[in-house]
C-alpha cells in the first residue's frame, strides 16, 4: 500500500521561501514519477511540478517557474519543492502525486494514482 505524506507547510511572508517534503513508502520509489498540485478553495488542483524517476526530467507551471524546484533522493524516498520569492497567490494546500510505469512526466492530476493528504501553504501579505 502505497503512502505519501507531505510536510513542511506553513505560514510565511511574501517574499520568503518554504522546502516542500513528501516523504513515500509502500513501493519502490526509484520506478516512480512524482509530481506536486495544489488547491485553492473551491478550485480543481492545478499542476505545480514533476520529475521522472531518475531527476533528469522535470516540468513546471508557468506560474512557479524560475521560483520553484522540484527535485528528488531516491535514497530517502522522498520529493522536495524548493518555494522560493513567494507570493500571496501561492496560498494554497500542496499534494504530492505519485505513478508507476510510466518513463514519462505529466501534468495532469488524472494521470496520477497516489496522492498524500496534502499541506497548508500560507503567504501573508
Known amino acids: 500500500q502505497v503512502q505519501l505524506v507531505e510536510s513542511g507547510g506553513g505560514l510565511v511572508q511574501a517574499g520568503g521561501s518554504l522546502r516542500l517534503s513528501c516523504a513515500a513508502s509502500?513501493?519502490?520509489?526509484?520506478?516512480?514519477?512524482m509530481g506536486w498540485f495544489r488547491q485553492y478553495p473551491g478550485k480543481e488542483r492545478e499542476f505545480v511540478a514533476t520529475i521522472n524517476w531518475n531527476g533528469a526530467t522535470t516540468r513546471y507551471a508557468d506560474t512557479v517557474k524560475g521560483r520553484f524546484t522540484i527535485s528528488r533522493d531516491n535514497a530517502k524516498n522522498a520529493v522536495y519543492l524548493q518555494m522560493n520569492s513567494l507570493n500571496t497567490g501561492d496560498t494554497a494546500v500542496y499534494y504530492c502525486?505519485?505513478?508507476?510505469?510510466?518513463?514519462?512526466?505529466?501534468?495532469?492530476?488524472?494521470?496520477?494514482?497516489?496522492w498524500g493528504q496534502g499541506t497548508q501553504v500560507t503567504v501573508s501579505s
Open positions: 502525486a505519485a505513478r508507476w510505469g510510466h518513463s514519462s512526466v505529466s501534468s495532469y492530476s488524472n494521470d496520477y494514482t497516489y
Open positions: 509502500g513501493r519502490a520509489f526509484s520506478g516512480s514519477t
